[in-house]
Structures are given as C-alpha cells and as structure tokens.
C-alpha cells in the first residue's frame, strides 16, 4: 500500500491532496474534512456513531457539490455545512427508535 492511503482518516485524505502536489486542494480539503468532523462531534451522542454520522455528513457534502455554483454560492464549506448537518439530523431522526 501507499504512503497515500494509510494513516487516519484525515491523514489518507490530506496525502491524496498532497501526493498531487496540490497544497491549496490540500488546505481545501483539509478544511471540508475538519467541517464535517466538528459537525459528527456535535450530533455525537444522538444515537449514531461518530463514523456514522461521518458517512451520513459525506452523503451531505455530494449532494452541496451537485447544488454548488461557485459563481453564485461563494464559499464551498459555507455553502455545504447546512446539507451536511441536514444529512446527520435526518439520519438520527430515522434511527429506529429503541421502544419500539
């Protein structure tokens, strides 16, 4: 295995960047991951793991790139924190409930 994928999760994602060559994509990228994990941090506890909420946060960051038009929305990690704690609520939301 590479040097490029293994490491924590925001170490693999940084040296993808990197092993580009590519020090803004790594500062961007770097700065999405630290968004979606502070957001998995403040619905810990909810009933979902931190990587669940993690993977849920990924699903809100593809649907933030499909909506984003960087001519009228600006900032990337502006535009998609809204989808990406929209993604987490709704999966703790649809968490079977345990009294049921």
């Known amino acids: 295995m590479s040097d490029c994928t293994e490491g924590s999760v925001l170490a693999r994602i940084d040296s993808v960047a990197l092993c580009g060559g590519n020090k803004e994509l790594t500062d961007r990228v770097a700065q999405i991951v630290a968004m979606v994990d502070g957001l998995s941090a403040k619905h810990q506890g909810q009933g979902l793991s931190r990587l669940a909420l993690t993977a849920h946060g990924c699903v809100g ?34 968490q079977p409930s345990a009294n049921s």
Do not use: Y
């Open 61 to 94: 960051l593809a649907n933030a790139s499909d909506a984003f038009d960087s001519t009228l929305d600006g900032d990337f990690v502006e535009h998609a924190a809204p989808f990406v704690e929209r993604s987490m609520q709704r999966a703790i939301d649809e």
